[in-house]
Nanobody, 121 residues
């Protein structure tokens, strides 16, 4: 069984910062790419930032220069440092992990339950 757990969301004023964390645990053989997605009310879920197993990163245009994704490969964790937050960053942020499990050797995407980020004065 695999668990994906996010933490670090909350309420922050415009211009502020937050750091999200995500841990993948359980019967994991290997984690490939990890990433952060977000979904605002009435909108589709969108990719915010991703990082591959070799450290290649990609970002949505709307967060480039403000958000930084990083990863702890030994702990199967991924982080999202969010600076200069704007009200339009308000959303539920979801962690995603592309991984292979031990028992069946199957590989697929796993998702966390999400953490709310609200940017408001």
């Amino acid at each position: 069984q695999v668990r994906i757990v996010e933490s670090g969301g909350g309420l922050v004023q415009p211009g502020g910062s937050l750091r999200l964390s995500c841990a993948a645990s359980g019967s994991i053989f290997r984690v490939y790419a990890m990433g952060w997605y977000r979904q605002a009310p009435g909108k589709q879920r969108e990719l915010v930032a991703g990082i591959t197993s070799d450290g290649t990163t990609n970002y949505a245009d709307s967060v480039k220069g403000r958000f930084t994704i990083s990863r702890d490969y030994a702990k199967n964790m991924v982080y999202l440092q969010m600076n200069s937050l704007k009200p339009e960053d308000t959303a539920v942020y979801y962690c995603n992990a592309d991984l292979r499990v031990i028992v069946t050797a199957s590989r697929r995407d796993y998702w966390g339950q999400g953490t709310q980020v609200t940017v408001s004065s």
